[in-house]
């Protein structure tokens, strides 16, 4: 089994800045792509960013140039640093890591959520 543990969020005002961070641990033996999703209120979860295992990136178009996604492969960490933050951005983000046990099995894991409320 798997655990990710989020943190990182909370309310900052527009304009500010936020990091969160999204750590893997239990029975890994590799992790291929990572990523931050988000889900606004009445609204269908949607991807913001995703890093694969050679560390290639993508992002939706409304983050771009505004969100850095990394990843610290000997932490099992994967962060989503968020610049010039707007009211739209509020919403539960979740992290998604792609995890191979030691029996070669890939299993796609989720976080439990962490918040973000930008003030306008």
């Known amino acids: 089994q798997v655990q990710l543990v989020e943190s990182g969020g909370g309310l900052v005002q527009a304009g500010g800045s936020l990091r969160l961070s999204c750590a893997a641990s239990?029975?890994?033996?590799?992790?291929?792509?990572m990523g931050w999703y988000r889900q606004a209120p009445q609204k269908q979860r949607e991807l913001v960013a995703a890093?694969?295992?050679?560390?290639?990136?993508n992002y939706s178009d409304s983050v771009k140039g505004r969100f850095t996604i990394s990843r610290d492969n000997a932490e099992n960490t994967v962060y989503l640093q968020m610049n010039s933050l707007k009211p739209e951005d509020t919403a539960v983000y979740h992290c998604?890591?792609?995890?191979?046990?030691?029996?070669?099995?890939?299993?796609?894991?989720w976080g439990q959520g962490t918040k973000v409320t930008v003030s306008s």
């Open positions: 890093i694969t295992s050679g560390e290639s990136t």
């Open positions: 239990g029975s890994i033996f590799s992790i291929s792509a």
């Open positions: 998604k890591v792609s995890v191979r046990n030691w029996l070669g099995k890939m299993t796609d894991y």
